[in-house]
């Protein structure tokens, strides 16, 4: 009676093998429920246990270069790192093609049936609309952009999809470097600071990263002359725009302006200057522009700066 | 000159003081053991991302400055049409809104939407005029305009404006000061802050209004300089009379006496500065000089008389009247004497129908007769002067209108109009450093949101000031513990697509 008790409170035991194996099946019916439930956690799991490969984009692809950053801008705020609505992320190659709680977003070359593609294709109004309603929806080239992408199997390695719209170019601001502009300023700055002194708002720089100067004595009229423009010769390779309409400027400065090696636009409007200035300038390879208004500069003299494809405002046949 | 470096230096101290508010006696209680120990981490930034130093001697506020990078222009005319002309009737050709002409409008054009103006449902409004392709860029526009047609090639047309606002004057505002509100320094103000004046016997930041009968709705802030130092606001001149008024001498006050009179008042004043130290005061004697100076230039640069006979017939101009005509041929005398920044305003595009001067099928055709001719005229006339090489034009209104019928208390009216439309507006530009014989932007079939590259006016002027050589980030001023910038504080885009 009493053995019987105790085997009997024996078999009431489980053995550890029978323990542990109820553990086991339950933790992984749980698992398995959770990966059918919820697609994401099982590519996660079969991805961290290292039976799946984690899908990348190569940087060089259409998807990198083209679609992820219309995804950065219009939908990782709430389908990324910070957030998962709807478990769905689209923050990297391996989270887009996976898709979210209701299923993949996106069906390789079936452009159809991408609910993604589709939803940020409704109508503003539309309750299913994505991004929602209030938030700026996609232009119409990042949705041919995306919808291109699908359409070509919706690859990680795709470089370039023919007839795709053309990439924004975004303006790259030149960087200051004060330190190195005041370098290349060095050699030429008391020369500079005296003659802009005597000549008040005549010379500045072309700006404040660079070491060119800008010649501007329009202002001055008359009462600027060829010995004036002599007396900036020191400075006359770094200037590169020099404005000298309206002064008593003649054909005696040729020389100054030849020495202007790098002069990319010259005005001498209402000047006294003649064709033997012009001729002066067929040296003048940067020049891009010469404007000669009220001047006795003629067609002829002004015809192979035109034919070297510099702009030609005014002289002889001019308007 | 020791004189001279004091009041720079009081000018400057003065500033720091202003700029030191109880927000930074605050900030520096709280955070500054946190900031003592973090002070090698967070070192201020210096070399590429340091303030641009804006600081002048303050007895020549406008001498110039040279900009961040080299610029692709040196001024700017800002031709505004005030109250907003029809990109429907002028630009945005809609073939489709055409076919539509006296429908009802689709319900999700008004649902849950605030118009000005608009009741009910509207009636789809067709083009008013027909459009057709002009140039060799083949660019579409309507027969409204014979002469701009002329310049086609030169235009860089963008169809695709946007703005938040839906009432003339803070619109204007938003154009000109980049802020629905009145306060901000405007776009001429920031110019001219940023880079100074060519001349210093003009202002650097002149504004012609024609049309007058119906006035600027935002009035003078539209032009006012905000935050800025005053000496960087508009100056209104006027193409027939004095251009300033009370600029000239009382008819029994010579120049000498006058020049005495200065004198004593400089005098005066120089005591106040140093006394209080105030840069306005400094400022003020600098405006007082200028106007002195400007006695003789200003008369001469407005004085349209001495154009030949075919150039005031080319722009069409009439010495002695007020028009947008003369306000033109004036703008291009400006421009040739260095100053950085000419506004015209011309009034009277506010097309609701409801006046008759307000119909597109008669005010809007009025307003274009007066204003095809000049701005073509002056579009030519600089670039024969090759002065269009280092200018940039801008035209355009304050918001775009409807692509309805405006029925104002749900009723038709009698002559036809569009209401405010903030959604979309075309507007162009011209000039250095921009494509030519370009659209840019488009609307949908019906002209009623953008389809494709929306441009905010704070893209605009991102690209205003990134063609006359400033990051709009880093053109600031330091006012109310913020760094304060035309762009104002969301991110605006230099639109690269229109740069040449």
């Known amino acids: ?56 984009a190569q940087a060089t692809s259409f998807y990198a270069r083209r679609v992820a950053p219309v995804f950065e801008t219009h939908c990782t705020s709430c389908h990324g790192d910070k957030r998962q609505k709807s478990d769905l992320r689209l923050d990297s190659f391996a989270a887009v093609l996976r898709g979210g709680k209701h299923d993949a977003v996106i069906h390789p070359g079936d452009v159809k049936n991408s609910e993604l593609l589709v939803r940020i294709s409704l109508p503003a109004l539309d309750d299913r609309a994505m991004p929602p309603s209030g938030k700026t929806p996609l232009t119409e080239d990042e949705k041919t952009v995306i919808k291109l992408w699908i359409a070509h199997g919706a690859s990680g390695s795709l470089r370039d999809i023919p007839g795709a719209p053309k990439p924004v170019v975004e303006v790259e601001i030149p960087k200051l470097d004060p330190a190195r502009t005041e370098k290349q300023r060095a050699p030429l700055a008391a020369q500079m600071l005296r003659l802009q002194k005597r000549f008040p708002g005549v010379i500045t720089y072309e700006a404040r990263d660079s070491a060119d100067l800008e010649i501007d004595a329009s202002l001055k009229g008359r009462s600027f002359g060829d010995a004036d423009l002599q007396a900036l010769s020191p400075l006359a390779a770094r200037i590169v725009a020099a404005n000298l309409s309206g002064t008593a400027v003649g054909d005696a400065s040729a020389p100054v302006l030849a020495a202007m090696v790098r002069l990319k636009s010259l005005r001498l409007s209402g000047t006294k200057v003649s064709d033997a200035t012009i001729h002066a300038l067929d040296e003048a390879k940067t020049l891009r522009s010469v404007t000669v208004v009220d001047t006795s500069v003629t067609a002829r003299a002004l015809a192979p700066l035109r034919a070297r494809g510099v702009a030609v405002y005014g002289g002889g046949d001019g308007p | 000159m020791a004189d001279r470096k004091d009041q720079a230096f009081g000018h400057l101290d003065l500033l720091k003081i ?30 590429e991302n340091a303030p641009l130093n804006f600081n002048r ?327 024969s002067r090759g002065l269009l090489e280092d200018t940039l034009i801008v035209w355009g209104g304050e918001f775009g209108r409807t692509p309805m019928w405006e029925n104002r208390g749900g009723q038709e009216m009698e002559f036809i109009g569009r209401d405010h439309h903030p959604n979309c507006f075309s507007i162009w530009l011209a000039g250095g450093g921009v494509k030519r014989g370009i659209s840019y932007g488009e609307t949908d079939d019906m002209g009623y949101e953008i389809a494709r590259n929306p441009v905010e006016l704070r893209d605009l002027h991102a690209t205003m000031l990134y063609l006359l050589g400033f990051d709009h980030r880093r053109l600031n001023y330091s006012y109310q513990g913020l760094d304060q910038k035309l762009t104002g504080v969301k991110p605006a885009r230099i639109v690269s697509e229109i740069l040449a």
């Open chain 1, 1 to 56: 009676m009493g053995d019987s008790g105790i085997s009997g409170r024996r078999s009431g035991h489980l053995s550890a093998f029978v323990y542990f194996s109820c553990v086991a099946l339950l933790t992984l019916a749980g698992v398995g429920l959770a990966m059918l439930t919820r697609p994401a956690f099982g590519h996660d799991m079969l991805q961290w246990i290292g039976l799946e490969s984690v899908p990348q």
């Open chain 2, 57 to 383: 001697n303050p007895a020549t506020p406008l001498s110039v400055l040279p900009p961040q990078f080299p610029a692709k222009v040196k001024r700017v005319i800002y031709l505004h049409m005030g109250g907003s002309p029809s990109q429907l009737e002028l630009f945005d050709h809609k073939p489709i809104l055409a076919k539509f002409h006296g429908h009802d409008c689709p319900e999700s054009f008004i649902k849950g939407k605030r118009l000005a103006f608009i009741q009910g449902i509207p009636k789809l409004l067709g083009p008013m005029f027909p459009f057709h392709r002009a140039g060799k860029s083949g660019t579409w526009i309507s027969d409204r305009l014979p002469h701009l047609e002329g310049a086609i090639d030169d235009l860089c047309i963008i169809k695709s404006m946007k703005t938040d606002q839906f009432n003339h004057a803070p619109a204007q505002l938003l154009v000109h000061t980049g802020d629905p509100r009145t306060g901000h320094a405007s776009l001429g103000s920031w110019v001219t802050y940023g880079l100074g004046s060519e001349n210093q016997n003009l202002p650097g930041f002149i504004v012609l209004i024609s049309n007058g009968g119906t006035t600027a709705n935002a009035g003078k802030p539209l032009w006012g300089s905000g935050f800025l130092p005053s000496v960087y606001q508009g100056v209104a001149c006027r193409s027939a009379g004095e251009p300033v008024l009370f600029l000239d001498n009382p008819k029994s006050v010579s120049r000498a006496e006058r020049r005495k009179v200065l004198d004593a008042v400089d005098e005066i004043n120089q005591q106040t500065y140093r006394e209080f130290g105030n840069p306005e005061t400094v400022t003020r004697i600098a405006q007082y000089e200028m106007a002195f100076r400007m006695q003789l230039e200003a008369s001469d640069a407005m004085d349209i008389h001495r154009e030949p006979k075919a150039v005031l017939e080319r722009y069409g101009a009439e010495p002695g009247k007020t028009s947008y005509a003369n306000n033109c041929l004036v703008a291009r005398r400006l421009a040739e004497r260095g100053v950085r920044y000419i506004q015209l305003y011309h009034w009277g595009w506010d097309s609701h129908g409801t006046p008759v001067d307000e119909g597109l099928n008669v005010g809007l055709v009025k307003r274009c007769r007066e204003t095809d001719q000049p701005t073509a005229a002056l579009l030519a006339d600089l670039k």
């Open chain 2, 18 to 47: 202003q700029a030191d508010t109880r927000r930074h006696f605050l900030g520096w209680g709280a955070g500054g053991l946190g900031a003592l120990f973090m002070h090698g981490a967070f070192a201020a930034p210096a070399g």
